[in-house]
C-alpha cells in the first residue's frame, strides 16, 4: 500500500533533518580535537622575609622589682617631753648629723647638775678616807693602830671608789639624757610628712615615729628570678660581679635608670621557687620612688651568635623550625637548635647560617618546595 500524499509531505522534512544531523555528527568525529588550554601556573604565595645575621646577643633576664630605700629611718624621741621646735621642712633632703626636733632639754640639765653634784661630793669622801688609809697604814708599821682599823679603812676606800665608778655613770646617763633632747638624722635623705606638732608631749613609747627619712640617692631595686635561671645568673656574677641592670617603667616604654647588681640571696625561696637579687641605682634625678613598681632587665651575657627574629620561630612536634627561600624563591623547612634569646631575637645554634632567608610572615600558607613571592625582606639587624 502506497503511502497518502500527505504522509509523504511531513516524512519529507524529518528525512531531511535527519541527514543533517547525520552530517554534523560525521563533521565534528572527522575534525581535529581543539588543543588543551594549558594548566593555569601555581600561585605564588606572598611572603615577608629577614636574612640571618651573626652578631652580638646581649641575653636579658625581665623581672618584676620593688624599689626599696637602702635605708629608711623611724625618727622617735628617747625621752620624754614637751617638743620645742621641729628644724625640717616637709620632703626635703637633709643631711646625715642635721638637727631634725628638740625637746624641752631643762629637765635633764637639772639632772646633770645633780648627779655631778652627788659626784663631787663622793669623790671628796673618797679622797678623805685614802689619806686616812695611808695614815693608818704608817701607823700600823709602828703598832699604834691595830691591823683591824687598817683593814676597816682599806675596805671604805674601796666601798668608795666603787661608788665613784657608779656616780661617773649616772652622770653619763644624765648626760646622755640631755643628748636625746635633740633629735638629728642618722642618714642623709629625704623627709617625710610630720607626725607630731611642736607643744605636744613626746614620749619614748610612742608607736607613731615624729617622722621617717628615705634615703633615696642611691636607692636599691628588689627582684626575684625563677630558679631555672639560677644557673646563667651566678655565672655571669662569677665573670662580672658588677652585672648591669636596667629599670623601666610599668609599660616598659621609659628606662627609668642603669644600675648594677649589688647581692643575691642565700638561699631559694621554696614557696615561689625564686631566688631574690638586689640591684643598686644612682638615682641622681631620683626618678625611681620608693616602693614604686618597675620592669627589671638583668644583663647575664653577651656573644657572638647567629640571631633571627624570634616570629621566623615555629613549634611542631619535631621541635622548632623555620621556613628558608632558597634562591630560586621556594621555600624549604629547616629544623633548629635555639639558643638564649633578647627581645625579638633568638639565636639559632644549629640549622642556620648567616645570609639565608627565612620567613617572618606568610609562613601560614607554605608548605616545603612551595613557591613563594617575596614582598618584603627586612635589612639586616643589629644588637640594640
Given amino acids: 500500500m502506497s ?46 622575609v629577614a636574612t640571618v645575621v651573626r652578631d652580638d646577643l646581649v641575653v636579658r633576664l625581665k623581672a618584676l622589682g620593688t624599689v626599696t630605700p637602702l635605708h629608711t629611718v623611724s625618727l622617735r624621741s628617747r625621752v620624754d617631753g614637751e617638743l620645742l621646735r621641729l628644724s625640717f621642712r616637709e620632703g626635703e633632703h637633709v643631711k646625715a648629723g642635721d638637727l631634725i626636733a628638740e625637746i624641752d632639754p631643762r629637765p ?8 655631778l653634784g652627788t659626784q663631787q661630793q663622793n669623790l671628796a669622801e673618797l679622797d678623805n678616807a685614802q689619806t686616812q688609809l695611808n695614815r693608818y697604814s704608817e701607823l700600823q708599821a709602828k703598832h699604834f693602830v691595830s691591823a683591824q682599823d687598817l683593814s676597816d679603812q682599806q675596805s671604805k676606800v674601796r666601798q668608795l671608789q666603787g ?7 649616772a652622770v653619763d646617763e644624765a648626760r646622755l639624757q640631755l643628748q636625746y633632747t635633740r633629735i638629728t638624722a642618722p642618714v642623709a635623705g629625704r623627709m617625710g610628712l610630720r607626725n607630731v606638732d611642736v607643744g605636744n608631749l613626746v614620749r619614748s613609747s610612742d608607736s607613731e615615729p615624729l617622722a621617717t627619712i628615705t634615703q633615696t640617692t642611691p636607692i636599691s631595686v628588689l627582684f626575684t628570678v625563677p630558679e631555672p635561671d639560677l644557673p646563667a645568673v651566678v655565672a655571669a656574677v662569677r665573670a662580672t660581679p658588677d652585672l648591669t641592670v636596667e629599670a623601666w617603667d610599668r609599660e616598659e616604654r621609659t628606662a627609668l635608670g642603669d644600675g648594677v647588681l649589688a647581692s643575691l640571696d642565700n638561699r631559694i625561696d621554696t614557696a ?41 620561630v615555629q613549634f611542631g612536634s619535631k621541635g622548632s623550625y623555620v621556613y628558608v627561600i632558597a634562591p630560586d624563591n621556594t621555600s624549604h623547612l629547616r629544623n633548629v ?36 613571592e617575596v614582598v618584603s625582606q627586612d635589612p639586616p639587624r643589629t644588637g640594640a
Avoid at 661608788?163 to 655613770?169: C, I, K, L, S
Fill in 3 to 48: 503511502a497518502s500524499p500527505s504522509r509523504r509531505r511531513l516524512l519529507k522534512p524529518l528525512l531531511v533533518l535527519a541527514v543533517l544531523a547525520a552530517a554534523v555528527i560525521a563533521w565534528r568525529a572527522l575534525s581535529p580535537a581543539p588543543a588543551a588550554d594549558p594548566a593555569p601556573a601555581a600561585n605564588a604565595t606572598p611572603v615577608r
Fill in 108 to 115: 635633764y640639765q637639772v639632772a646633770l647638775a645633780r648627779a
Fill in 163 to 169: 661608788r665613784r665608778q657608779t656616780d661617773q655613770a
Fill in 272 to 312: 615561689t621557687g625564686t631566688l631574690k637579687l638586689r640591684a643598686q641605682f644612682a638615682n641622681a634625678d631620683e626618678a625611681l620612688f620608693p616602693n614604686q613598681f618597675v620592669n627589671i632587665r638583668l644583663q647575664v651575657s653577651s656573644s657572638d651568635a647567629v640571631v633571627i627574629p624570634n616570629a621566623a
Fill in 337 to 372: 637548635v635555639l639558643g638564649p634569646a633578647d627581645g625579638e631575637r633568638v639565636s639559632v645554634r644549629d640549622g642556620l647560617k648567616a645570609g639565608e632567608r627565612v620567613v617572618v610572615e606568610g609562613i601560614d600558607g607554605l608548605r616545603e618546595g612551595a613557591n613563594v
